[in-house]
């Protein structure tokens, strides 16, 4: 976007240019009254002044999509955030299988039936037709927003069902503090005070007065893990990237993936400060070994056993002071230690938070179903288990692909030869004797 600066620069050249553009003019009409040359100048320069205000107006707020193409907006006091689908083509990455991506979720080829799942906190994607467009977010004023965004009523319940279906926009990380001037300890076991999207941030921050410190900063993280389905998970790691650091205490923190119980499965917010929990779910990362980028948390035993194959998975983010309640050094200063990473509030996904998981492919067995009980499924598959799953429904499982019906539709015909042979060899024994 081109700065005001750059913009009345542009005005005071064309404005001088015009000027002497239209001296020119009155010296050729000199024959003419010099009123008349007055009036030209002053015509140019009203209207150079009034284009340089329009060159100098500032459109960086102006919506970036047509209305139909807004999926979602949140008003808060005189500006407005909105969710769009942008015209950037999200194309097929390197050995990734595009007939797999899913509006979170991105799956790369590893060979011999492995594979890495990329699974972001939100939707970044939107399929039209047989192409992926980016999801973006963008802000403007409320006055704006009033002016422009005008849908009809098939747009809105078009946009409604679209969020409603695909749960487009759950607000699933970012962070949670509590803000208060007292003990340490009190402030690890009190309530939240205030949570927000706009980042995930980690850590504390002092209080000028000896004894009492002001704030701690929780990191949450939630992922639709469902698209894993019944395959085998071998490893997953969660990626954040640094956005900041703040070291201004003598203390030397290290951060790590923890466990969590949400408030709200979609929605971040104060309750998430106490459904942190202690056991600890990754490495740990020092302060100084957090990387530029991004740096990985490496989910141990118990971290794999929290991802749910079938749902939601959620984790939170702490300081080693925070999570062992162990107080750090005691400063007279409102300074303190925090890690700031980048949210999926961020544009794009360069640099969004996102599970890692490599996975196996699990075969699955041939499975036969059958909603009528008088007939004996099992029958048809030479090894197979059946299962009762409730009074009316079995599940039967065969352990080799090769169909029992085959053998009896063998031994069925061999058996109907025999008798329509004996059929005829009764009938030809019986013209003979005749």
């Known amino acids: 976007m081109r700065d005001k600066g750059g913009y009345w620069l542009f005005y005071i050249n064309l404005t001088t240019l015009i000027f002497f553009a239209t001296l020119k003019c009155g010296r050729t009409l000199s024959h003419r009254p010099h009123f008349y040359n007055m009036k030209k100048i002053l015509f140019f320069l009203i209207f150079s002044f009034i284009l340089g205000d329009f060159c100098s107006a500032d459109n960086s707020l102006d919506l970036k999509a047509s209305n139909a193409d807004i999926l979602d907006y949140e008003i808060n006091s005189d500006l407005v955030e909105y969710k769009y689908i942008s015209d950037d083509l999200v194309l097929s990455e390197t050995d990734e299988i595009l007939a797999l991506r899913s509006p979170n979720s991105q799956t790369f080829s590893l060979g011999q039936n492995r594979y890495k799942l990329k699974i972001y906190p939100s939707i970044e994607f939107v399929k039209q037709g047989d192409l992926w467009f980016q999801l973006k977010t963008a802000t403007t004023s409320l006055d704006i927003w009033k002016a422009d965004y005008k849908l009809s009523w098939w747009d809105k319940i078009k ?31 009190g309530n939240g005070t205030a949570s927000d999207n706009i980042n995930i941030q980690v850590g504390w921050a002092n209080n000028a007065t000896i004894g009492s410190w002001g704030q701690i900063f929780r990191g949450r993280l939630s992922f639709d893990t469902s698209v894993i389905g019944l395959n085998e998970v071998e490893s997953a790691s969660i990626f954040l990237y640094k956005s900041a650091y703040a070291h201004n205490t003598i203390d030397t923190p290290s951060f790590g993936v923890y466990s969590l119980s949400p ?34 948390f490496v989910l141990n035993d118990l ?12 984790f939170s983010l702490r300081c080693d002071y925070d999570a062992t309640n162990s107080a750090p050094s005691d400063e007279a200063t409102a300074d303190g230690e925090k890690a700031t990473f980048y949210s999926s509030n961020e544009g794009g996904t360069a640099k969004d938070p996102y599970l890692e998981v490599i996975y196996s492919e699990v075969e699955t067995p041939a499975v036969a179903t059958s909603t009528n009980s ?16 409730d009074a009316s429904t079995t599940l039967t499982i ?10 009896y539709f063998v031994f069925t015909a061999l058996f109907f030869t025999i008798l329509i042979c004996a059929f005829l060899y009764n009938i030809l024994r019986k013209k003979q004797w005749n």
């Open 263 to 296: 408030g709200d499965e979609t929605l971040i917010g104060i309750a998430d400060y106490q459904g942190v929990g202690d056991t600890l779910f990754s490495n740990e990362i020092l302060y100084s070994d957090l990387s530029a980028t991004y740096s990985e």
């Open 374 to 389: 008088n007939l004996n499924i099992s029958a048809i598959y030479l090894f197979s288990t059946s299962t009762a799953l």
């Open 159 to 189: 946009n409604q069902l679209v969020a409603y279906a695909s749960q487009l926009f759950p607000l699933t990380d970012g962070f949670i503090k509590r803000l208060a001037t007292e003990s340490w300890n009190s402030l690890v076991a």
């Open 303 to 314: 971290g794999l056993a929290n991802i749910n194959n079938d749902d939601n998975s959620h």
């Open 398 to 407: 065969a352990e080799y692909n090769i169909p029992f019906l085959l053998y």
